[in-house]
């Protein structure tokens, strides 16, 4: 069973940068989807961007330009840039694993990773 362990989060000021990592231990299937979401308080959780095996990325609309997904490691490693932060950045970051095995979907989440931005 595969786990994902978040790590890279903190206190960073406005125009600041932070690099979140995601590891994940366990046997990822081929096909499969990782990728990162935030929820901020108050606020329902939202993709920020994600990236397929095969290296497709898409982005929130309101990251593009500032946030880069990348993936190493033989692929078990997410990782994303953040540049440029906002304090409308603020939330919690969480890696998820979408994949898929003879057509059934696996999903799984980490726990998390505070992203504070500072006006």
């Known amino acids: 069973q595969v786990q994902l362990v978040e790590s890279g989060g903190g206190l960073v000021q406005a125009g600041g940068s932070l690099r979140l990592s995601c590891a994940a231990s366990?046997?990822?299937?081929?096909?499969?989807?990782m990728g990162w979401y935030r929820q901020a308080p108050g606020k329902q959780r939202e993709l920020v961007a994600h990236?397929?095996?095969?290296?497709?990325?898409n982005y929130a609309d309101s990251v593009k330009g500032r946030f880069t997904i990348s993936r190493e490691n033989a692929k078990s490693t997410l990782l994303l840039q953040m540049n440029s932060l906002k304090p409308e950045d603020t939330a919690v970051y969480y890696c998820r694993l979408d994949h898929f095995k003879f057509g059934v979907l696996y999903r799984v989440w980490g726990q998390g990773t505070q992203v504070t931005v500072s006006s």
């Open positions: 366990g046997s990822i299937f081929d096909i499969n989807v």
């Open positions: 990236i397929t095996n095969g290296g497709s990325t």
